[in-house]
């Protein structure tokens, strides 16, 4: 297989490839690298952190926990607890850094895109991440069901307020609008009668889900044109078979791991596909395996997020954060913070990811991190709610990012390699002439400096 190829691959499934792994690659057919890049996620390993000192908040509502150690003690155990959302952020960044299974954790990513929620409840949305890693590449059908019922996206959504005398309409609208459907693509009477089947729908302290019957309205509902007793499975089921449904999913996977500039007759293909079972594993084989996710006009042309753009790096040369609080900076000054999207419609991505402010800071961030560079990192954008609060209160950073850079293993790698062929194996995107006649007359005493200078260019920013 072509390293260009490869490269792309491993970009689109994940973030970047190991240039010893490369290498081995090279003499293998696609058929069998997309096997083995498939066959290394297969396995499903949960993010845990470590939470026993909040074994309190676990399993008693707030009411009664209260009572038993009073409020003061109550508000410490709420700041741990989101201490311990920023602490998944940084676990989930490792994770992305580090795994094998690179496939699994970027659709993870991507579904946490999809399925929108954030949550300060550290139990709850752990374990909400861990349903989109455990589902990223499995039954579409079975992800919805589950996702609905995890305890975050129950309190995002409002949908435990969600009562048979007085439905909260705010889960179903989401649901179809961004999550199945979207907009345009049902009626309000269908907001209505979904939102009654889906009455009663809660969950335990701990997180597991409950119907609480009392408040499930058992009356005949009318949607989509069927009429029954439905319950919140049953609306899901409706709306996985509305066609619509598998071609705004492709849409979406097209978009992230294609082209944002869709091509309706691959998107068509893609759907057929995916309607006929919804197995999203099958989906994404079948687009790794096409010759035209090969083709001149799909390969880097994509604007890497700003995660994709600090994991990328962080695989290349292995840097760890001495003060972790500096991760949440760099998230906040690229607009991209894990497990605190935007809003119930995520990120929008794409050119979203880049204006003034934004690409002077993505292409100063290799020299902020590998060259204690110093560097403005005042906040960036405004707050509105606890969360936001909490990370804005955080301590502010030093003037300078205090990293340990294991350049030892990056001499290993890529020590050996001629300037030109480090310059292949990191851009993958044309280079504009201008570039190409900077890099020519740069003076090259190291690969350390010329990795640096390559992943400070505007053609490291696309994939």
Known sequence: MKQKYIQHLYWRAGFGINVEVLHILKSKSRSSVVSNLFSLSDPIVPIQIDLTELNAIKNKFPKKLITEIGQEAFQKLQQKSQSKVRDLNHCWIDRLTETNSVLREKMTLFWA?????R???????QRYNNTLRKFALGDFRKFVKAICREASMSKYLNNRQNHKNKPNENFARELMEFFTLGIGNYTEQDIKESARSFTGWSFKQNGDFILRKRQHDYGEKTFFGKTGNFNGDDIIDIILNQKQCAQFICEKIYSYFVNPCINQKNLEELTNIF????????????IFNSDWFYNEQNIGVKIKSPIELLVGM????????NKKNQLNHIQKMMGQVLLYPDNV?????DKNWIDSNTLMFRMNLASLILNNRVINL????GFEDSFDQYYNNASQPDSYMKTTINWDIFDKKYGSLSPKELKQFLIISQIDEDTELFLDNLEINSNRNFCIQLMSIPEYQIC
Request: net charge positive.
């Open 345 to 349: 419609s995520g990120w929008n991505g």
């Open 314 to 321: 962080r695989r290349v040369v292995p840097v760890t954060f």
């Open 113 to 117: 895109n999809i399925f929108v929620c």
């Open 378 to 381: 005042e906040e960036k954008g």
């Open 275 to 286: 309607y006929k079972n919804y197995n999203i594993k099958e989906v994404m084989m079948h």
């Open 119 to 125: 949550d300060i409840h550290i139990f709850h949305v």
